[in-house]
């Protein structure tokens, strides 16, 4: 069966370490999943510089579409993105069978002290605007089959654990 697991979350939240532990599991147990990185997709893109609302309304519909297109020929699709819009989440559940949406919550403060690619930084410095969840606003899932709440010294793998664990319970 093919679906799309949309593994969504603020910069720094873990989106792409906890895709590529839930990619590397349904590969170990004989599936055919491809995974979907929002920062690889925007520069395989070539859209890497606009950072608004309406440029990353965009790119999520791509995102989204391009995930349709591939689950169709019976691949799992694994997405890591943020893409944090009503409008996106929506269009998931109507367009994409077997959705699986997983948000992952962690608070401003956490995502500042990780902050690996130094946006929470140079947005404080003025460097940067459009961040989401500082100057741009985010509309978190309002009903993600699963949320994973920050929780201190929870490992990616008991993150990884509760996402096998749900989806299971599902499929």
């Not at 799309?4 to 004989?30: H, M, P, Q, R």
């Not at 995930?67 to 559940?93: C, P, Y």
């Amino acid at each position: 069966m093919s679906n799309v697991i949309w593994i969504t979350g603020l910069s720094a939240a873990g989106k792409t370490t906890l895709a590529t532990l839930f990619t590397e599991y349904l590969c170990d147990n004989d599936n055919s999943v491809v995974m979907l990185d929002g920062d690889e997709l925007r520069e395989a893109l070539g859209t890497t510089s606009n950072h608004s609302r309406e440029a990353r309304l965009g790119l999520a519909f791509k995102y989204a579409r391009l995930a349709k297109m591939i689950a169709s020929q019976g691949v799992k699709v694994v997405v890591g993105t943020v893409a944090l819009f009503k409008e996106v989440h929506d269009w998931n559940r109507v367009n994409h069978p077997n959705y699986f949406e997983v948000y992952l919550k962690v608070p401003i403060e956490e995502l500042r002290r990780r902050d690996p690619k130094g946006i929470y930084r140079r947005f404080d410095l003025g460097e940067i605007n459009n961040v989401a969840g500082l100057d741009l606003e985010i509309d978190e899932p309002l009903n993600p089959d699963l949320i994973i709440d920050f929780e201190p010294g929870l490992s990616p793998e008991q993150e990884l654990h509760q996402l096998i664990s749900a989806y299971k319970k599902k499929y």
